[in-house]
């Protein structure tokens, strides 16, 4: 079994800043070009051989933007990579650059799965947030390709006020593509994001429920990105349904148990800072002078994120802060403190701590 302060499960490596789209609640704020500072071809390779030092079983290498597809060095990195054993997917922007030929390419070079951005279940929905007209029917057609290609396919779509209603119809689109898992992402109010409003916390409460009754008989794979007390939601729901601790520890929901930003997640930026999440802006060292290795096992940050009890608040109290443990980029947003509660949470805790174990059969 992994454990997460020693590995992450998956590492993302924002490979550039530059991307053709304008998205309203873009993280990186991303740019026509690349920022000068941008790591080389070289750094990046050097960055990639350190991965293997995590040893078995290794992180996923998750590679994302701006757009991925705009660095020239794309295929050559990937290459290397794969060399190295990593898995790699890829997170390209729903532009042009992205047809059939591209994907067959990615295919050939070895990539083992795509990720694609769905936030709207209309064109006018998405390419409002988008900011680019037609991204809609790219991202649709980019679907499509890639499900006849078999490539694994992953779905991205912002949970905010502005989407919210819209979600139950981009659930039943969905349906018609061979997609594998479905991550609703809760909006994080940093970068263009801004400028987008987030549900509240009673909202959040209401759409996590929504999400796990779906669940159970989705065609894929639904889960949560920024928003880890759906476990508790999960958690509590099976409860209620009167499952046992074993069928709660073999259920989708568990899957994502005790991952959190800096603990099963790590963040390299396109200049190379080390941050717990692309969510969670703290540079903890810089792979151009840092070994990631020791950054991820023994940075202070990483260590108090790896350590629920260092949290404050409800989130160092509550019963469930181990499976779930709030999102860390959430707090820091709303608090500068990245161990403060999660405000999007509304749970009472009832006991000071406990174990899974304890919290699925108690």
Known sequence: MR??????????????????????????EAMPSAHPQELTTEEGMAFLQQIPEFGTPMPQLILTGGDPLLRRDLYELIDEARRLGIGVSITPAATGALNRDVLRRLKDHG???????????????????????????????????AGDLEMPIQVNTLVSAETACDLPAIYELLQGFKIARWSLFFLISVGRGKVLQPLSAEGAEAMMEWVYQISKTAPFVVATTEAPSYRRVALQE??????????????????????????????????????????????????????????YRNAPLFQALHDPSTFKGRCGVCEYHTVCGGSRARAFQATGNPLASDPLCQFVPRIASVHFETVVTG
């Open 111 to 145: 990539v083992e799965g795509v990720g694609l951005s769905l936030d709207g279940s209309s064109a006018a929905r998405h390419d409002a947030i988008r900011g680019i007209p037609g991204t809609f029917d790219r991202t649709l057609e980019a679907l499509l390709r």
């Open 3 to 28: 454990d997460y302060a020693q590995t992450p499960l998956n590492i993302y490596w924002e490979m550039t800043q530059a991307c053709g789209l304008a998205c309203r609640h873009c993280r990186a």
């Open 238 to 295: 099976m409860r209620a349904e009167g499952m046992g601790g074993e069928t709660m520890r073999k259920s989708k929901a568990a899957r994502g148990f005790g991952i959190r930003d800096g603990n099963g997640i790590m963040f390299v930026s396109n200049t190379g800072d080390i941050c717990p999440a692309g969510f969670l802006p703290l540079v903890a060292g810089n792979v151009r002078r840092d070994r990631i290795v020791d950054t």
